[in-house]
Every structure is written in structure tokens, then in C-alpha cells.
């Protein structure tokens, strides 16, 4: 299964932008789907997640009330609406696939994802 992220780019503080994601695999169907996103020289971060059982969203503590998942889950295909863009949001953000529905505790963590995409550049300047 591959994933593919688009919709990255260069953009001012306070703007915009979304990205999208689709598995390229149309008969795998991922119980869980997120969004990470790594700064150079730091660790990957968890950013967003949605579990289509439910249509269950969560979100990193740094994004909420900013930035919107949603998705399709017929499709594989997720989205991260971003609003309110902070030159901290820069990064290269990658998107996830599990195949089996993490537990609660375990839902941001890298390890609960099989599939990873190659990442987006999102470049936010002040």
C-alpha cells in the first residue's frame, strides 16, 4: 500500500492550506488515519488522527482549534485543513495508514501506523 500526501507549499503566518492523502491500494481499508510531521533535527510528531469507526478525530494539543481532519474512508483518502498558520507549523508532514484500530493510548503513536507516505513541505514564513 502506498500513500501519497500533496498539497504543500510555501505560505505566509496566518494563512491557509490543505493537505490530501490517498492510498494507492483501492481493496485496503485502514481502520485508522493521521498526520505527522518533522522539523529538521527534531523527532516526528503526531499532528492529527481519524478513526473511521465512529468518525473519531483527535488532534496534537499544538494544533487544535487550528487545523480540520476529515476524510473519506471508502477511499482511503484523508485531508488536513490548516488554518491559522504559525512559522512553527513548518515541516515536512506525512500521512499514515493503520490497519488495525490503535488503542486509546497508543493512537498518536508512530508504531500504532503500517503505511507511511514520503511527506509534503509545508513552509510557513513570518
Known amino acids: 500500500v502506498q500513500l501519497q500526501a500533496s498539497g504543500g507549499g510555501l505560505v505566509q503566518a496566518g494563512d491557509s492550506l490543505t493537505l490530501s492523502c490517498a492510498a494507492s491500494?483501492?481493496?485496503?481499508?485502514?481502520?485508522?488515519m493521521g498526520w505527522f510531521r518533522q522539523d529538521p533535527g527534531q523527532e516526528r510528531e503526531f499532528v492529527a488522527g481519524i478513526t473511521w469507526a465512529g468518525r473519531s478525530t483527535y488532534y496534537a494539543d499544538s494544533v487544535k482549534g487550528r487545523f480540520t481532519i476529515s476524510g473519506t474512508d471508502t477511499k482511503n483518502a484523508i485531508y488536513l485543513r490548516m488554518n491559522s498558520l504559525k512559522p512553527e507549523d513548518t515541516a515536512v508532514y506525512y500521512c499514515a495508514a493503520a490497519k488495525n484500530r490503535p488503542i486509546l493510548s497508543m493512537r498518536r503513536a508512530e508504531s500504532s501506523y503500517d503505511y507511511w507516505g514520503p511527506g509534503t513541505q509545508v513552509t510557513v514564513s513570518s
Open positions: 491500494e483501492r481493496t485496503f481499508r485502514a481502520a485508522t
